[in-house]
Nanobody, 119 residues
Framework: QVQLVESGGGLVQAGGSLRLACAASGSIFSIKAMGWYRQAPGKQRELVATITSLLSTAYADSVKGRFSISRDNAKNTVYLQMNSLKPEDTALYYC?????????????WGKGTLVTVSS
């Protein structure tokens, strides 16, 4: 059973920064793609960023140039560095693990960490 545990959320002023972390259990972390999603109140969950086992990254247009996803396979952890935060970034942020299928789909979710950006 895989567990994903997010941390690092909190309250920050607009323009500030936060770094989220997601610690994953399991011995095959390094070969799995990982992602961050978010869900704002009253809105659908949306993809924020992904990183593959080969360190290829992709970002939603709304966060390009401000957010950066990375991973440390030795620590089984994926990070989301968030800079120049805006009030519209306020959401519950979820970590996700992708399976090895094609197309790859999320097979495990974390419980989320709340990010609140004040104006």
């Amino acid at each position: 059973q895989v567990q994903l545990v997010e941390s690092g959320g909190g309250l920050v002023q607009a323009g500030g920064s936060l770094r989220l972390a997601c610690a994953a259990s399991g011995s095959i972390f390094s070969i799995k793609a990982m992602g961050w999603y978010r869900q704002a109140p009253g809105k659908q969950r949306e993809l924020v960023a992904t990183i593959t086992s080969l360190l290829s990254t992709a970002y939603a247009d709304s966060v390009k140039g401000r957010f950066s996803i990375s991973r440390d396979n030795a620590k089984n952890t994926v990070y989301l560095q968030m800079n120049s935060l805006k009030p519209e970034d306020t959401a519950l942020y979820y970590c996700a693990r992708y399976n090895s299928g094609y197309p790859s789909q999320v097979d495990y979710w974390g419980k989320g960490t709340l990010v609140t950006v004040s104006s």
